[in-house]
């Protein structure tokens, strides 16, 4: 069915279903702004749970992801790619080899108070906290492809623990 027509007003998120409710809020991150958004985008269908919900980012919350994807791409280049590596680290297996792929690429975290800075991302003792998953997702989606490869390859030679062949296999 179409998306609700827009002299019809936004659809409040609490006005949905419980149980689209529930998979809404999880699906956006439990982020308020992404959650109205994914609401009002909905069919009449979705909304009463009666057809499946959209699973992309971009087809989830549109606007909130644009504005993070702005707000990664102003970022110096070497920023972006340590976001790069700490996203791939953390997403969709969290591995824990930020820091050693750090070290074994020679790479400077120094370029990560931009992003501090910008209020993204922030450096923790295991390597890099995102604002928001949207900040981790934007992160990942604005890199080229061939940078994405190269992190997975980069984190996959670090995994080499029995522990963490599972981990690998991502």
Avoid: M, N
Avoid at 82 to 103: E, G, I, K, M, N
Avoid at 138 to 144: D, I, L, S, V
């Amino acid at each position: 069915s179409p998306p609700r027509p827009p002299d019809a007003g936004p659809r409040p998120v609490a006005a949905l279903p419980e149980g689209v409710r529930v998979r809404v809020l999880r699906l956006v991150h439990v982020d308020p702004r992404a959650a109205v958004e994914l609401a009002a985008r909905l069919t009449e269908r979705q909304a009463a749970g009666l057809d499946p919900l959209p699973t992309e980012p971009a087809e989830l919350a549109p606007g909130v992801l644009r504005a993070h994807r702005r707000a990664v791409r102003a970022l110096p280049e070497d920023t972006r790619l340590l976001l790069l590596l700490a996203a791939a680290d953390q997403y969709p297996v969290a591995t824990h080899a930020f820091l050693r792929a750090v070290a074994a690429a020679r790479l400077d975290t120094r370029p990560l108070e931009a992003a501090e800075t910008a209020g993204l991302a922030y450096a923790t003792a295991g390597g890099v906290g995102f604002r928001d998953a949207w900040t981790r997702i934007a992160a990942y989606e604005t890199a080229a492809p061939a940078d994405r490869r190269d992190v997975h390859r980069l984190l996959a030679r670090v995994l080499h623990d029995a522990a963490e062949l599972p981990r690998r296999s991502w």
